[in-house]
């Protein structure tokens, strides 16, 4: 069970980098590289989900 709470606090961690992508976006004086480093998070997060979902799948 532990490993189904990880992923839900990293499916939290991904939807708020979400709301901060999109936030930024809509941001007058948006910045384009802390808009890219966000997205980068968000890949990684995506990636370690799929990763630790497949593990879950395999188990």
Not at 2 to 11: C, P
Not at 17 to 25: G, K, M, V
Not at 28 to 40: C, G
């Amino acid at each position: 069970m532990a490993l189904e709470s990880h992923i839900a606090e990293l499916r939290d961690r991904h939807k708020t980098l979400e709301d901060a992508i999109e936030a930024e976006i809509h941001h007058p004086s948006s910045d384009d590289l802390h808009i890219a480093e966000l997205k980068k998070q968000r890949l990684r997060l995506k990636e370690e989900i799929e990763r630790l979902s497949g593990e879950r799948s395999a188990a």
